[in-house]
């Protein structure tokens, strides 16, 4: 019989991805930062008076934010296991990856001003 199927292989996954952000929380201040931009946004997302579609933009626009600073951190810790020399596809791993960080906190800023001010 399977070990990894079903049940089992959902409670492997959600302790994989629960020490994914344990990780992501303990070695990364990047993550931690934007945590406490949700923490502090959320409530705010939740008080405001905007449609229920409205708010789910804002509080999804601040998770996607968490989400693209956990895959370049996957990014960065990965080219950092290949190899500590400096090679420019390297920096071009991580530049893209800290790209797509920033390029996520443009969206939800826009989101929420499009939002606020609407």
Not at 3 to 11: I, Q
Not at 56 to 78: C, F, H, K, P, Y
Not at 101 to 116: G, K, R
């Amino acid at each position: 019989m399977q070990h990894n199927s079903g049940f089992m292989r959902l409670v492997n996954a959600l302790r994989y991805s629960w020490d994914g952000l344990r990780s992501a929380f303990a070695s990364e201040a990047a993550f931690r930062q934007e945590l406490l931009l949700f923490v502090l946004l959320t409530p705010i997302a939740l008080a405001v008076d905007v449609s229920g579609g409205e708010r789910g933009l804002m509080i999804g626009s601040l998770i996607l934010v968490l989400i693209v600073e956990v895959i370049n951190s996957a990014i960065e810790a990965t080219v950092d296991r290949i190899s500590d020399e400096r090679h420019p596809l390297s920096k071009k791993a991580k530049d893209m990856g800290s790209a797509a960080v920033l390029l996520s906190l443009i969206n939800a800023a826009a989101v929420w001003l499009a939002t606020l001010a609407g």
